[in-house]
């Protein structure tokens, strides 16, 4: 794979900033050591003709590279990590591939229900009689998973695509405690946040930000 470009959005509300999907993409690259360039929509231009030839959805991430482009974070992820053996380990592929849907079938879905209800319909009544129920089904998940880490670092033997698409899927609850309640959890989400590639992924994401802060008319 090369002459990668990965496209983001050009800014997004400080709520979601440091969560925009690109940023797993980034981080799979980082660690992969692919070097790519970022490539900025404007929240405003996602549905436009132009861009929705890359992207049928108007949505982000979108990578692009001498082998074409790639929609949809948990295939960009993957296709990156089948050039990194340390990514998708060849006699862990299918427990790797099954954990990365894991994270994105079974983690993402309630998290991001949270996330919704909590960021963006919070002053709704139904979000307000939803939520109760909303955490219950985050808590389940969170509990199950907590139990499966147990004194592990990481989901499988060492670091894998699956940490990355798990550890930004529980980044959506990030204005919650709900991960405080299960410390291996937490502890888990700081050790794969303090890897470097993380790191660096985060800041490529966030560097922009600061100037395309839109002019309040
Ligand atoms: N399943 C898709 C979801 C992509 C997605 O929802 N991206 C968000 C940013 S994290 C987006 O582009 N939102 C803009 C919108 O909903 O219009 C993926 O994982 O790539």
């Not at 990668?4 to 940023?23: E, K, M, Y």
């Not at 404007?42 to 132009?50: K, T, V």
């Not at 790797?96 to 879905?109: D, G, I, R």
């Not at 699956?162 to 991960?179: G, P, S, Y």
Request: net charge negative; with cysteine; glycine share 6%.
């Amino acid at each position: 794979m090369n002459k990668i470009a990965v496209w983001g959005f050009a800014w997004v509300p400080p709520f979601a900033q440091g969560l925009v999907r690109d940023l797993r993409v980034r981080w799979a690259l980082e660690e992969a050591g692919l070097s790519y360039e970022s490539r900025w929509v404007g929240i405003e231009e996602r549905g436009s003709d132009a861009y929705r030839r890359k992207h049928p959805f108007g949505l982000v991430p979108v990578l692009e590279s001498d082998a074409g482009a790639l929609i949809e974070s948990g295939a960009i992820v993957y296709a990156i990590a089948e050039h990194c053996e340390a990514l998708m380990p060849h006699d862990q592929r299918a427990k790797t591939l099954a954990w990365m849907f894991a994270a994105l079938n079974t983690v993402e879905l309630p998290v991001w229900n949270l996330f919704v209800i909590d960021l963006l319909h919070q002053d709704e009544a139904w979000a307000k009689l939803r939520r109760p129920g909303a955490v219950e089904e985050v808590k389940v998940r969170l509990s199950a998973l907590s139990e499966w880490l147990g004194d592990r670092d990481y989901l499988l033997d060492g670091f894998t695509a699956a940490d990355i698409l798990m550890t930004t899927a529980l980044r959506f609850i990030r204005h919650t405690d709900l991960l405080a309640e299960f410390p291996r959890l937490d502890a888990y989400v700081q050790r794969c946040e303090a890897r470097p590639a993380f790191q660096a992924a985060l800041r490529n994401q966030m560097a922009d930000y600061a100037h395309n802060v839109p002019v309040a008319t």
